[in-house]
């Protein structure tokens, strides 16, 4: 057995306003993945815009701090072993058209913007994703 990892997913306020945070949380279960940690919060534009920084100067950046700010989010601090590959293969492509069959996003998701989840690309990105959300420190 290889060593657990952590990862973040955040469900988005598509997928919370239309009540799927049940029906994604038990995917993600059944994927195996243990839930450490979770809340339920809305952020404001100027957080929205230092956590997707990133993005910034991209043609949908603007579009991306609007949607994740309009709002409730849960993020949700997880571990398993692989975590961050398989949670990213889990949600599937950002373009849900895209995505594999049975994926989050594939079953949930209504657009590219509206997406219904966010997860952690690598180690670097979890760490100043969890951080954000959790400010924890490492165990």
Known sequence: MGRKERSLLIIKPDAVKRNLVGKILAQVE????????????????????RFYGVHNGKPFYKELVNYISSGSIIPILLEKENAISDLRELIGNTDPAKAAPDTIRRNFALSITENSVHASDSKKTFEFESKFFFNRKKQ
């Open 30 to 49: 059944n994927a195996g993945f243990k839930i450490l940690d979770l809340k339920m919060l809305k952020i404001k534009k100027d957080k929205a815009q």
